[in-house]
């Protein structure tokens, strides 16, 4: 016996090579995984010393596991993973579904570049750099609060696939697919640069019982910028999403200054570059309340979704 291992007097078992350090009065300090190797038996422990002991295996496997999922590359479920984090669908948004069900923090946690709306359909989101700002009504800007919360919106943790110079003169139609890759991917896009102009809308807060998208969207103020200098921010998404996303480009403007922006429903470039993130992953959270519950979501609504987005 080389040593008696702190208060454990009963321990009879050799340790090959001695241990670095004692056990302490714990019974589990001081294990080296290099040099710790039993060469006869375990030793013998008290049954409250064999519980400690269980505990403190299982709290280091876990603490461990956490560590090695944190620096493994991957160091959140979705950040530099390539993955679209939505709340809700296109649809349940144009059924009027306008109940925020996800906050803000909860959103910054799943991405820093994106768009969406906010409960009672207060303004346009546009998410950028991880910092979140609501378009009001009138087309200014404010830093949104942690506690507010979303009916819809998309994000992801942009890292830059691609980039590219866009054609002076170029209009938001005349954005293609064809720049990006697939059309079976989702792309988050950047377009930073001097715009021409940037024709773009808010959306005002509703109350209820809540209009249909499609109606409150009659009514929707609508910003027209000129030569202003900005980021347009959004996604394309492929046409398989029909019903859940908005299927091709959706971008949201928001100005240099941070003071202009809104819903883009067409611009000009003036002298822009545009970055793609090509994203494989996608991840949908649906809300729980009794409103969702009960929607019909049978109905294609593609109609309304063209004259709601353009
Ligand atoms: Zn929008």
């Known amino acids: 016996m080389n040593e008696t291992h702190g208060k454990d007097k009963n321990m009879s078992c050799d340790i090959n090579p001695p241990t670095l350090g004692s056990y302490g009065a714990t019974g589990y300090k001081h294990i080296s995984l290099n040099s710790y190797k039993l060469v006869a038996c375990p030793p013998k422990l008290s049954p409250r010393r064999r519980i400690k002991l269980a505990r403190a295996v299982a709290f280091s496997t876990i603490f461990f596991s956490v560590l090695i999922f944190l620096f493994s590359g991957c160091s959140h479920f979705n950040k530099d993973c390539d993955t679209v984090y939505q709340v809700a669908t296109i649809d349940s948004l144009l059924n009027a579904c306008y109940d925020g069900s996800v906050d803000m923090r909860t959103i910054k946690s799943q991405g820093d570049t994106g768009i969406g709306t906010f409960n009672q359909l207060d303004g346009e989101m546009i998410v950028l750099d991880g910092e979140i700002y609501k378009i009001k ?110 299927p091709g480009f959706h971008l949201h403007f928001i100005s240099s200054d941070l003071k202009r922006g809104g819903h883009i429903l067409d611009f000009e470039i003036e002298k822009a570059e545009m970055q793609t993130d090509e994203t494989h992953g996608f991840m949908m959270v649906l809300p729980e309340d009794e409103t969702f519950q009960h929607l019909d979501l049978t109905k294609d609504k593609e109609k309304e979704l063209n004259k709601v987005e353009k």
């Not at 890292?159 to 002076?168: F, M, N, R």
Request: net charge positive; charged share 20%; hydrophobic share 40%.
């Open 137 to 246: 009504e009138d087309g200014t800007i404010s830093v949104v609060a942690d506690s507010e919360t979303t009916p819809f919106c998309a994000v992801t943790f942009f890292k830059s696939d691609k980039k590219l110079e866009l054609q002076p003169g170029m209009k938001f139609s005349q954005l293609s697919p064809a720049l990006l890759g697939s059309l079976n991917y989702f792309y988050a896009i950047k377009i930073t640069g001097k715009f021409k102009s940037v024709k773009a809308r808010s959306v005002p807060m509703q109350a209820k019982p809540y209009p249909m998208l499609v109606d409150v969207v009659k009514a929707q103020p609508v910003f027209n910028l000129e030569d202003i200098e900005g980021t347009a921010v959004g996604f394309f998404s492929p046409a398989y999403v029909k019903g859940i996303n908005v």
